[in-house]
């Protein structure tokens, strides 16, 4: 052995079976599903099944927001599958960045709300979508009741001055500048050069009143039951949690309209796991993973089968109907944009001051 090692023949199939350990390794990493996503979207209860088909089978990355996704993947990162929401998948799809999937491999697929599964920019054909919904929630204004006394049901609490630097509003084109908007009399999502410099100063004149702009909601939950913040912009999970801590805040429904939003899986064309992506979305629509989702964060589940088994208490409780079409009857949907990117520059030169 020792005199094989140290010929040319015994040392490059020494180096060839190193090699093609190595090869291994990579291939065995690569099998890993690469999975794109928001914070406190890559808990292991969502995809109880897929883990326990496929144990260590996913590998989670996060983005801040769903332009952040966008920006990094239209740079060249490629997860397997992505996470955006729906007001952004035309977009995707406008780039090359998606492939369809194939709804007769969805097996809840029928369980999904029609309202969400019939959206269309979701439609590629032939029984086949561009992004399978999984959750849907809301946008509003979640304040202390012992520091805002009574206000008015209104978006224009983020704008008073009374309660100037103990306000946050969210970093992000579709939603901050979506309520600038309907507080401004335009529509948000089809405006005119004239009407976006109407926005614009609706959200110069916001501004100043801010503590900040963020897409951090631990930090605005910490700075809402410490009193730091009065109130601030957030989503339902925000809401949800600091009542299970006891903190004295309201979700406010709005008159001019709360914001709701759906979200879900897309495959990017180059996905290399395509099997293991299928296996985890229908994962991800197992009812008992839409009952955490539910339960945990407030939020509704894309299927009619996870609100089921959810008792009418507790939906109550979380002010959630059990069917969406009830609370899109009251609230603003936010889908596609037409001057996003316009829209995004704006928001960007007034939040630097200009």
Not at 103 to 112: A, E, G, L, Q, Y
Not at 126 to 149: A, E, F, H
Not at 193 to 210: F, G, I, S
Not at 213 to 238: F, I, K, P, R
Request: aromatic letters at 10%; proline letters at 5%; a negative charge.
């Amino acid at each position: 052995m020792a005199f094989d090692l140290i010929s040319g023949k015994m040392a490059r199939t020494g180096l060839t079976a190193l090699a093609l350990a190595l090869s291994s390794t990579v291939a065995f990493a690569g099998d890993k599903l690469q999975y794109f996503t928001w914070s406190g979207y890559e808990l292991p209860d969502f995809n109880k099944s897929f883990l326990a088909a496929h144990p260590d089978g996913v590998e989670a990355s996060i983005f801040g927001d769903d332009d952040d996704a966008f920006t990094k993947v239209k740079a060249g990162f490629r997860p397997d599958i992505a996470h955006p929401c729906y007001d952004k998948v035309a977009r995707w799809n406008k780039e090359g960045l998606l492939q369809p999937i194939d709804t007769k491999r969805i097996k809840n697929w029928d369980s999904i709300f029609p309202v969400f599964k019939n959206l269309p920019d979701l439609q590629a054909g032939d029984g086949k979508v561009w992004m399978v919904p999984w959750d849907w929630g809301n946008t509003s204004i979640l304040y202390r009741t012992d520091l805002v006394k009574n206000p008015e049901a209104s978006w224009n609490l983020l704008w008073d001055k009374q309660y100037a630097g103990r306000m946050a509003t969210i970093d992000a084109v579709h939603d901050t500048p979506i309520v600038a908007a309907l507080l401004a009399g335009v529509n948000p999502f089809d405006m005119t050069p004239e009407q976006m410099d109407t926005v614009a100063e609706k959200l110069r004149e916001q501004r100043p009143l801010l503590s900040n702009y963020t897409t951090d909601m631990t930090s605005v939950e910490q700075a809402l039951a410490s009193g730091q913040l009065v109130a601030a912009m957030t989503w339902n999970a925000s809401a949800t949690s600091l009542k299970k801590q006891g903190v004295p805040v309201e979700f406010m429904k709005p008159k001019e309209g709360m914001l709701t939003w759906s979200c879900g899986f897309v495959m990017l064309k180059d996905a290399k796991n395509v099997d293991l992506a299928y296996d985890f979305i229908n994962s991800r629509l197992d009812a008992d993973s839409g009952k955490y989702l539910i339960e945990s964060y407030g939020y509704g589940s894309s299927l009619s089968s996870a609100f089921a088994t959810v008792p009418k208490e507790e939906l109550e409780k979380l002010q959630l109907p059990s069917d969406p079409e009830v609370m899109l009857k009251t609230t603003i949907f936010t889908g596609p944009m037409k001057q996003n990117d316009e829209l995004a520059k704006m928001f960007e030169k007034v939040k630097a001051g200009g």
